[in-house]
Structures are given as C-alpha cells and as structure tokens.
C-alpha cells in the first residue's frame, strides 16, 4: 500500500454502505448511523483533516419496507447488485468518492454488509488506487486479519474507533507506519499484521455529540427526516453472555456508562433541532436498576416531556422500574424474548424463562408502554416442537411489534464456531448470503432446509398480518376499523387490510 503524499489535500470520506438499496433502491436506513457520526465528530474536533460521513444506504423519499422483503425478488435484486455496479446505488457511490476525492475512506461494516463494504473498497481503489481503503465495525473487531481477505482493504479497526482513527489520520499525514497504532489489522511488507487490541474508552464523556456535527457533516444533510436523529447511546458493554451474540467481542461485558447529566446535555440539543422523543440505541438499556434510577430521575427534573423508547433486560423489568421509567417518559420497550421454548432458552444462555418474559409483558402493558419484543427462529438445536413453542409465546406475549428473526451465525462469534463444529457451516460461508430474515438460512440441526423454509414462511405471514394491523391502529380510529368492515372496502376486515398494506 503506498501512503498518500503530503501535497495532497487531506480528506477523509467516511461511508456506511448500502444493505436494503440492494434490495430496492426506494428502501432507505433512515438514520445517521451513530458510527460515521461520532468517528466525523470526533476527527472535525481533534484534527484539521477534511471529513464528510456519507450514509449510502439512505434514499430520499423512501418506502417503507415490508417484513418480507428479503425473499422474492427483493432477494434476487440484493444478489444481482453483489455482482456488478450498475445499480443506481454504485453510481451514486462512485460519483461521491470522485466529487469528494478522499486521501482516506473509512467503511463501516457489520457482517451482512460486509460483501458491500467490500464492494465499496474495489470501486474506490478503481477511482485512485492511492486511496486508503480502512474498515471498522462489528465485522472487523469479530474476525480480525481476515478483513483482510478482501484486497481492496488496507486497515481493519477492531473495537472502539474514535481514538484509533485519530492516531491513523496523523501517522498518514505524516507519512510513517501502522506499527505502533493499538487495534489494528494491515498488511506490511505482503504480510497481515495484527497489533494489540486497544483499551477501551474509559470516560464516556468525552465524546462528541454526533448530531451537533451532522449539520457541517453528513451528505445530504438536509433531505433526512428530523427522526433520523433521534438515536443516542448510554452505554457500552452488555454484562449478559448470550450464545449468539458478537457485542462482548466489540464492546466487552463490562458495561461503562455515561452520565446522566452528559446525556441530559445531548438530549437537550436534540430538544433544540425540534425533535420530540428519542431512543436509546445500547445494545442492553440500564444493565442494572441503580443506572436506571439515576438516569429517570436525571430525565423528569431536567427533560419533562420528553418521550423515549430503550430496549430493556427482561430480569430487569418489575413494578418499580417500569413505573419510574413511565413516568420519566418512557412510551416504548423492546425485549429479548428469543424463543417459547425454556430448553432453546437455556441453550442460548439467555437466563430467562418463557414464565418470566410473559410476566414482563405483562407488566410493561398495564403502564400503557408500547411493546416490541425480538424472537429468534432456527437456531441449531430447535425442532419443529420448540418453533410451535415460539409461536405460540408470539401470540401470548401480546406485544404491539413483533420482531422476528431467522437465526443467523456470524464469524468471530461463539456460536459459529459451534455451528462449524455441527457441519452446519464450512470454510465456503458466505457472510453475504445470510442475515435475519435471509431464505437462505437454515442452520437447523433437527429440521431439514426446505421443511424449514415452509414453516417459517407460515410463521412470516402470520407476523406481517398482526403488525400490518397494529400499523393501521395506530393511524387509524378504531371506528375507521368498523368502516373498512361495513363499507364494503373488503367483505371482511382483513379485506380491508390489504387494500390499506397492499397486502
């Protein structure tokens, strides 16, 4: 890799690549992804490099997308565009790294774009070969050197970026070696190099609030919608030792936490650009209830009326805690259920029972909270009993949203290599292939392929019906309801459900 000169002009584009474009090009990550947002903050603060985060997975005036819109054709356009560049996205893509002319781009990556970030990497080496192509993310802090298997990749960043990307920029600037820089991957003299991993930030604090840089930084600033904002973060670390989960091996299970008046002061700002509720994007929202007290109280004296929603450990949910965070503003929580089954539950290592999560519903639901809770189908010991057991637990959990997921094994983490071990995985995994709701998962022990496929379709269905409704009971009266049946919209309600979802 040749190191850019010092004539240069020193900018640095950094990118999060596209995932549901790939699918169509009218589905959209309406977000500023808070991991381009704190690394540009950060590098506008503590450098005189230029920075602009580019989030090339957003579309203006996008659609919503559908619970089903990995399989079909939807499917079939994400693997064509995996292929070549003559998909819109790739255009767009190109003309912003030749606009721009970056010295440096910084991709993020979790494993189901990974083959994107890649994709990414090769047309901008095809622009100016010069360009130092690094990538950080989950994907890269799970599976170390072998980032590098893709040629177009000069750095893979492991853990936290924002003190490593700094460190980078400088030694680039000045033209010398990756040797000393802590949490690393490069290559060197045609051999992969993996330095020591990198402590991790201790005072929480002292990072930037990305949403007061986006306004100078981030492409197209003006075309996101105000609720592209809204996402903020407590803490790092997940103490809980899930069987599936890759957190621990990006953020540790030791959990820091900002403080309560740091977050205030975010919040705050946000409060100022006109947004109304925001959500708390940690992996595990509170980790224990001492936080969560502190945090509540901190919200009522200090944000009153604000609204916002967090995803909340079951073992942390009682009368007490819900009602606090009620009152501190809470109208939303998602919870890990995963699956009915205890015996699936305790091969997760998810330390909960069906019995308790249900009791957690519960309780959530006599506040008036809105409940969304995850379910995780197909993981490897599962039969076709304990997925009638999840279904089941679907319809008792009586939640607004469900969210369902088709399990998926990721590189670097636990679980894979006990999939690896089963024969259910081999050296040929293409990480591109699988995600949560790909048709191409199956990583069942139990149940072959293509009976799986046809259970979980039926089970997809059924999860699209039920949130298609709570949609339209959001929006509408529960007289509009009665109108759709009595009008002749469709002979019955869920006639008229599908001319409202297209369904």
Request: glycine content about 6%.
């Amino acid at each position: 890799m040749e190191l850019p000169t010092e004539k240069k002009q020193h900018k640095i584009l950094l990118i999060e690549p596209p995932f549901c474009r790939l699918f169509k090009d009218t589905y959209s990550l309406d977000r500023y992804p808070l991991s381009l947002g704190y690394l540009a903050g950060t590098i506008k603060k503590e450098t005189d490099w230029g920075v602009m985060a580019y989030n090339a997975d957003f579309c203006h005036n996008s659609e919503l997308i559908k619970v089903s819109y990995l399989t079909g054709e939807g499917f079939h356009n994400y693997l064509n565009n995996l292929k070549d560049f003559s998909g819109q996205v790739w255009k767009e893509i190109k003309s912003t790294i030749q606009e721009y002319k970056p010295m440096v781009i910084g991709i993020t990556a979790a494993s189901q774009n990974f083959k994107s970030a890649c994709m990414v990497a090769k047309l901008a080496k095809e622009i100016d070969s010069n360009i130092v192509v690094m990538v950080g993310g989950p994907h890269s802090s799970m599976v170390g050197k072998d980032v590098l298997k893709c040629q177009h990749i000069d750095i893979g960043v492991r853990g936290e970026g924002e003190k490593t990307i700094i460190e980078l920029l400088n030694t680039i600037k000045m033209n010398k070696g990756f040797d000393g820089i802590k949490g690393i991957v490069y290559r060197k003299n045609g051999q992969n190099v993996e330095n020591p991993l990198r402590e991790f930030i201790e005072d929480l604090d002292s990072l930037c609030f990305p949403h007061e840089y986006a306004p100078q930084l981030l492409k197209d600033y003006e075309k996101y919608p105000l609720t592209a904002f809204k996402f903020i973060f407590a803490i790092r670390g997940c103490p809980y030792n899930c069987f599936f989960c890759g957190s621990r091996e990006i953020w540790s299970r030791r959990a820091r936490f900002r403080s309560p008046e740091n977050i205030v002061r975010e919040i705050k700002g946000l409060q100022k650009k006109g947004l109304k509720f925001v959500h708390f994007d940690d992996d595990t929202f509170g980790v224990n209830k001492k936080y969560i007290s502190d945090l509540c109280n901190t919200l009522i004296r200090d944000c009153p009326g604000l609204k916002w929603s967090c995803e909340l450990p079951i073992k942390l949910i009682d009368e007490e805690t819900i009602s606090l965070i009620k009152k501190a503003g809470c109208y939303s929580i998602q919870i890990g259920i995963e699956s009915g089954n205890n015996q699936i539950l305790k091969e997760m290592r998810k330390n909960i029972t069906i019995e308790e999560a249900l009791s957690a519903c519960k309780i959530i639901k006599k506040y008036g909270i809105k409940l969304l809770a995850f379910f995780i189908v197909g993981f490897p010991q599962e039969t076709e009993e304990t997925l009638n057991d999840t279904v089941k637990a679907m319809k008792k959990a009586k939640c607004d949203v469900v969210t369902y997921s088709i399990f998926t094994p990721y590189p670097g983490t636990e679980i894979f290599e006990f999939c690896r071990e089963k024969g259910l995985v081999d050296d040929n995994y293409d990480v591109s292939l699988y995600n949560h709701r790909s048709p191409a998962n199956c990583f069942c022990v139990n149940i072959p392929p293509n009976r799986f496929r046809a259970l979980v379709s039926k089970i997809e269905k059924k999860i699209d019906r039920k949130n298609s409704l709570n949609r339209i009971k959001q929006v509408f009266s529960f007289n509009t309801l009665d109108m759709i049946r009595e009008r002749g919209i469709g002979k019955s309600l869920k006639e008229g459900i599908k001319v409202f979802t297209g369904k």
